[in-house]
């Protein structure tokens, strides 16, 4: 069978595309689980880095608020890993 063209079999999985991860969300897992203090710190300006550049993406897209809705989220659970697991001071009334 040398030289015979063999007929790719379709992918039982969807494409890597079509079921893309927000890039910020990939980074926010990463630091979530994080348990490095000397790592946490870089993943936390990765993660934050990730959710601008998504939300100037966004734009004024009405289409996008669930989405929106999970990046304040994490942008809130970034703020309470500052605080709480690297001890970083809160905010004063």
């Known amino acids: 069978m ?3 063209v063999v ?3 379709p992918s039982a999985f969807p494409s890597e595309r ?7 969300k990939a980074e926010y897992e990463k630091t979530v ?3 490095d203090q000397e790592k946490l710190l870089p993943c936390i300006h990765a993660t934050e880095a ?6 100037q993406e ?6 996008a608020n669930e989405e929106r809705a999970a990046m304040n989220a ?10 709480h ?7 004063k009334p």
């Open 33 to 35: 689980w994080e348990s």
């Open 2 to 4: 040398s030289g015979s």
């Open 58 to 63: 966004l734009g004024n897209d009405s289409a």
């Open 18 to 24: 079509s079921v893309r991860t927000p890039s910020w």
């Open 74 to 83: 994490a942008a809130a659970d970034l703020l309470a890993i500052k605080l």
């Open 7 to 9: 007929p790719s079999i």
């Open 85 to 91: 697991k690297l001890g970083w001071p809160g905010l």
């Open 50 to 55: 990730a959710l601008f550049l998504r939300w």
